[in-house]
């Protein structure tokens, strides 16, 4: 379309406003249509440019048009018209992304003769009425220097001001305007905007599903620094500081990591027509295809490390920048006092290095590590200079590796990890961590990508909150610490690979290890942590815990109750390094029980049974002076319930109390707790239509269930659930729970899927129990839909363990071998499954 031509036509034939902004927006719709093929043959800042300058084209269509209706055959020279229009923002940069926002600004005089508002009001309108998103400003321009000390986001945008279209003349008047805005008062305008970063980064930290835009190391970030350069240096660019500020080498990375995200964003917006920062989960295959990654994972791990290289690069060369608007001369003295060697110095637990020193040796480096006391230090960006930039010969010195193992043996290794990760130099320390660096983990499970979450582990580690596994930890020996510290930072640095990984990582710890000088014991114990560091979780979470069988066979791959406690508190850090909330009061109820019985079973030397275990568990709770203050009929009937695994998994006094609790049941009793999360305890003789329990409370996540026969036809129902529920919730729940004693109540059940391979039954499980596993999708509703199906099938549940991440759920049902059950087996299939059957 020869859109001028078109725009002549209408304008001679004196047609209306509303068909000059029809055609413009035939024109862009069409023109956005083309956008795909454009990326394909142009991506990166190429991109972005031609996308820039088709629009500064439009733009500058648009108010040559305005002008043509306004003025007629009588248009005025432009330059005379004292009207700019300057682009700003990414528009300004020229790097504006396909739905970002259009940000204008109109800069203008007031001079006889020219009615420029007039004009600016009908230039506006056919932008707006064409469908171009716009973010525009007016002013004149002897206002620009006062707008711009009203808001830090106003001088920010003004900075990145580009002429157009319009008069030329109005533009030169307007740059030396935006010059005094550059120069005045720049220690608080780069005050303001590292304060404003530094917010920013807390809100948008490290991520596996990363905001291209906003997250640390992403365009932002790189504005940021273009921002700090332009008001120190008034450069056009940042290429131009190459050769003062930074080498061409550093800038070359820096430019080639800035450019994959621009093409990742540009392709983000192109698949989601909308402006969408983030690289989530489900558009990361489209995303690949569109940059041309084969490999999905591999095209996030390249992001993931754009946004370090960015990340780092920002954080040393924004600071050497800013360093005379910053610098405290107070502070001179106090520096003089800290000196740690010549140019490094320590002062309020901050490490900081001159840009003056000349890269030191790695050695010596860490050598200024370990001289430190046990606390936990940060580090400024001259310090993170010298480890990014100090040489690294391979293989590591022996003194390497004895330095790094002083560091393993502090009180706080993980902020020197942290050093080490933002430098770019973990994996030429710790060769494992070459494979899994940036290695994302879209399992449903972890937050963060194998090496950000093996460094929160050893912090973890190093920061217990639960008091019960910081004393085992407190009871540790230096070397067992000294090995758990290595342990917990290689337990994931198998992954990536086909096979298992925690047999690789098992194979690739030993030789570390056997550098680091342990004793042969405890590279023993080293490879058999790595090798069984998900065993512990596993066997918690999915199966039934209170099993001999189970915790013997727990134990054969242990060895031993020293690796069962070094196990234990490997499990808790590596659980609190998945992310926030994910190490919750019931996983820790869990990994606690696993660990006592597993201690019983590796504590006696003949094998214990069930009977022998139910006998000992009787005879704790009749010592207790609760149990003697019983009624001897109640004391009876307590002794009598059948269950061995209610008498497994309750203390003495928790089946004391449940005994009371349930003598005074008449038809039904319950009880709501949400002192950590929701839990709900029942009793009752009459018949509970658990299906419409569960059914009515699917839209909260289960726990764990247990259902126990006890005594005079009383079940016990206790149902743990994952989430809080909020005082104004518990009303709602307390109606559910009684209307679930309606047997007629029925709600429509959710439509789960379940296949047949996704269920296993095991009829020998022991003598009197079996067990029903179910390894499906995580949907909301399923365990209401299994609960009705064992209601109808009359099948009695004794406890069920539900586990689920984000996209599975593995539950497991112990039942009762009654009413033919193992004839039934067909039966419960049929039921059970929804899909292929």
């Known amino acids: ?86 682009a700003l923002g990414s528009y300004g940069r020229e790097q504006l992304c396909v739905h970002s926002d259009i940000d204008l600004l109109i800069v203008y005089k007031k001079i006889d003769g020219f009615n420029s508002e007039l004009i600016i009001e009908k230039f506006f309108y056919l932008i707006l009425d064409s469908g171009l998103k716009l973010s525009h400003r007016v002013h004149e321009v002897d206002d620009l220097f006062k707008a711009s000390n009203e808001d830090i986001t106003i001088r920010t945008s003004l900075m990145e001001a580009r002429f157009v279209t319009g008069s030329s003349l109005t533009w030169h008047a307007a740059s030396k305007e935006l010059n005094r805005i550059r120069l005045y008062k720049q220690k608080e305008f780069i005050l303001a905007k590292i304060k404003e970063a530094q917010t920013r980064r807390k809100k948008y930290p490290n991520s596996m599903q990363p905001n291209i835009k906003k997250s640390v190391g992403g365009l932002r970030d790189s504005n940021f620094i273009f921002w700090i350069a332009q008001t120190i240096y008034a450069i056009t660019s940042l290429k131009d ?31 989601t027509g909308k402006q969408e920062d983030r690289l989530l989960l489900e558009y990361i295959p489209e995303v690949s295809h569109m940059l041309g990654f084969k490999n999905q994972q591999k095209m996030i791990t390249k992001v993931l490390e754009a946004q370090w290289r960015i990340n780092n690069f920002t954080q040393i060369f924004v600071k050497k920048m800013v360093r005379p608007y910053i610098a405290d001369i107070s502070n001179v003295k106090k520096f003089r006092h800290h000196r740690l060697s010549r140019g490094i110095y320590e002062l309020d637990n901050r490490i900081y290095a001159s840009y003056n020193l ?115 930890y407190d009871e540790f020996g230096n070397d067992e610490k000294l090995l758990l510290k290595i342990v917990t930072l290689f337990h994931d640095t198998g992954k990536g690979r086909v096979q298992d990984h925690s047999e690789v990582g098992a194979k690739l710890i030993a030789p570390f290890v056997k550098k680091m000088k342990l004793k042969d014991e405890d590279i023993h114990r080293s490879i058999t942590l790595v090798k069984q560091h998900v065993t512990m979780s596993n066997v918690a979470f999915r199966q039934n815990i209170h099993n001999e069988k189970t915790l013997y066979k727990f134990m054969s791959n242990v060895e031993d109750i020293k690796n069962l406690k070094l196990l234990y508190v490997l499990t808790y850090a590596d659980i609190n390094g998945v992310g926030e909330g994910v190490y919750n009061s019931f996983s820790s109820k869990l990994l606690r029980e696993l660990y006592i019985n597993a201690l019983e079973v590796a504590q006696n030397k003949g094998r214990i049974t069930d009977a022998s275990k139910r006998i000992n568990s009787e005879k704790r709770v009749q010592k207790l002076p609760e149990f003697l203050e019983l009624p001897k009929l109640l004391q009876k009937k307590l002794l009598g319930i059948e269950s061995n695994l209610f008498f497994f998994k309750h203390t003495p006094l928790d089946i004391i109390e449940i005994a009371k609790k349930a003598k005074e049941t008449k038809k039904y009793d319950f009880s709501i707790s949400t002192e950590s999360s929701l839990v709900i305890e029942i009793y009752r003789k009459i018949p509970l239509n658990i299906g419409y329990l569960l ?38 729940i307390e109606n559910i729970i009684n209307n679930a004693f309606d047997m007629s109540k029925h709600i429509k059940l959710k439509e789960v899927t379940i296949y047949k391979h996704e269920i296993n039954i095991d009829f020998e499980h022991s003598l009197t129990h079996a067990e029903i596993n179910i390894n499906t999708q995580n949907q909301k509703g399923l365990l209401a839909y299994i609960m009705e199906c064992f209601e109808e099938l009359g099948i009695n549940i004794v406890s069920a363990k539900i586990h689920s991440t984000k996209h599975k759920v593995r539950d497991s049902f112990l039942i009762e071998k009654q009413n033919e059950l193992c004839n039934n087996v067909e039966k419960i299939y049929k039921l059970l499954i929804t899909k292929g059957k």
């Open 1 to 86: 379309m020869d859109l001028a031509v078109h725009i002549e036509d209408i304008i001679e034939k004196n047609g209306s406003d509303f068909e000059l902004s029809k055609l413009f927006k035939t024109f862009i719709n069409e023109y956005k249509a083309s956008l795909s093929e454009l990326f394909k043959k142009n991506q990166g800042k190429d991109f972005l440019v031609c996308h820039t300058k088709q629009l500064d084209s439009i733009i500058s269509l648009m108010y040559k048009t305005t002008l043509r209706r306004i003025f007629g055959n009588y248009l005025p020279m432009r330059s005379s018209i004292p009207i700019a229009v300057v």
């Open 241 to 271: 500081l190459t050769g003062s500020l930074y080498s061409d080498e550093e800038y070359k990375e820096y430019r080639v990591a800035l450019e994959l995200l621009f093409r990742v964003r540009s392709a983000l917006h192109l698949i």
């Open 695 to 732: 059914a009515s409370l699917s839209h909260l996540d289960v726990a764990s269930m247990e259902i126990f026969t006890l005594f005079d036809d009383i079940k016990y129902f206790k149902i743990e659930f994952i989430e809080h529920v909020g005082k104004d919730e518990l009303r709602q």
């Open 358 to 472: 000349a890269i030191q040796p790695l050695n010596k480096l860490l050598e200024i590590l370990v001289s430190l006391e046990n606390k936990t230090y940060h580090f400024d960006a001259g310090f993170l200079n010298q480890f990014t930039y100090t040489k690294i010969e391979y293989p590591l010195k022996s003194k390497t590796y004895m330095l790094l193992k002083e560091l393993f043996k502090k009180r706080h290794m993980y902020c020197f990890l942290k050093l080490f990760y933002d430098a770019g130099i973990l994996h030429h320390l710790f060769h494992n961590f070459k494979k899994v660096l940036h290695l994302p983990q879209f399992d449903g499970y972890h937050h963060y990508p194998v090496d950000i979450h093996s460094i929160k582990c050893v912090e973890a580690l190093e920061n217990i909150e639960e008091p019960f596994i910081k004393k085992l």
